[in-house]
T-cell receptor, first 114, second 113 residues
């Protein structure tokens, strides 16, 4: 199956700093999503971005599908940005075996200090 | 628009018991997927249902099963619970068309003693 690798595994920042999280995947994808997991465990949708670039406030994401990677940018970080960020992909060219099946990376644990 | 609703949020069971978890998808969504999250294995796909049919299944033993009702609500069941089944179980819903965005509920946290 498809492999998803996220880097860095841990990231510690001071409030106001910028950061870039990376997601590499081993095969073509139909779907790529970035999530932020809150302290209660819920996965909050950040971006649905199988290709291209999107921005939402201080966050933006870029997926270069042909080179099999995606980047999540966080600018002017705040303490509320702390938590775990996951990249998840749905493998492409898998016929019906990919329905509803996201393969997750291991996550990046972000800690933002005041 | 209400999000994905999972019940119960927390539960404690003992080894050998069984458990049923419920998931109500976003209105209009016809696909429901289930995931297990543990510290050791991360987030893993269990199964996916669309229009009451299981379309996809992950690599979990037969003790893990699910079903979907005509109103798209879904349940998953784990029988003969083991300590290793302690986990956060997450449900996600989507429109169900080929390759759509998934939206997750808050999860059901199961502890097996």
């Amino acid at each position: 199956g498809i492999q998803v690798e996220q880097s860095p595994p841990d990231l510690i920042l001071q409030e106001g700093a910028n950061s870039t999280l990376r997601c590499n995947f081993s095969d073509s994808v139909n779907n790529l999503q970035w999530f932020h997991q809150n302290p209660w465990g819920q996965l909050i949708n950040l971006f649905y971005i199988p290709s291209g670039t999107k921005q939402n406030g201080r966050l933006s994401a870029t997926t270069v599908a042909t080179e099999r990677y995606s980047l999540l940018y966080i600018s002017s970080s705040q303490t509320t940005d702390s938590g775990v960020y996951f990249c998840a992909v749905e493998q492409g060219d898998a016929g019906g075996t990919s329905y509803g099946k996201l393969t997750f990376g291991q996550g990046t644990i972000l800690t933002v200090h005041p | 628009k209400a999000g994905v609703t999972q019940t119960p949020r927390y539960l404690i069971k003992t080894r050998g018991q069984q458990v049923t978890l419920s998931c109500s998808p976003i209105s209009g969504h016809r696909s429901v997927s289930w995931y297990q999250q543990t510290p050791g294995q991360g987030l893993q796909f269990l199964f996916e249902y669309f229009s009451e049919t299981q379309r996809n299944k992950g690599n979990f033993p037969g003790r893990f099963s699910g079903r979907q009702f005509s109103n798209s609500r879904s349940e998953m069941n784990v029988s003969t619970l083991e300590l290793g089944d302690s986990a956060l179980y997450l449900c996600a819903s989507s429109l169900g068309v080929w390759s759509g965005e998934l939206f997750f509920g808050e999860g059901s946290r199961l502890t097996v003693l």
